[in-house]
Nanobody, 118 residues
């Protein structure tokens, strides 16, 4: 089974940018698509963004629309999340996940921490 590894998290100030990356242990990624989720302290995990490989269609949570961009490479080996105009409420552990043809997210990374100070 493919393994996903996230990177790029860190501590930034409000208004700054970060780019998260998710790399697969096995190439190429034969999945329907990929997604990013996050879990803030004391909260449930929530959807952030997703991309489908075939159509390259994207979807975003309302809270990040216009600030975050999800994109993948042509080889389907990496999916990135460009995060601009970060806010303190974006503080969370961010996880990438692979979406199977069934629509279910069935493979998850270990997460990368993003801390946004005010």
């Amino acid at each position: 089974q493919v393994q996903l590894v996230e990177s790029g998290g860190g501590l930034v100030q409000a208004g700054d940018s970060l780019r998260l990356s998710c790399a697969a242990s096995r190439r190429p990624i034969f999945t329907y698509g990929m997604g990013w989720f996050r879990r803030a302290p004391g909260k449930e995990r929530e959807f952030v963004a997703a991309i489908t490989w075939r159509a390259r269609s994207t979807e975003y949570a309302d809270s990040v629309k216009g600030r975050f961009t999800i994109y993948g490479d042509n080889a389907r080996t990496t999916v990135n999340l460009q995060m601009n105009s970060l806010k303190p409420e974006d503080t969370a552990v961010y996880y990438c996940a692979a979406r199977a043809q069934s629509g279910q997210y069935d493979t998850w990374g270990q997460g990368t921490q993003v801390l946004v100070s005010s």
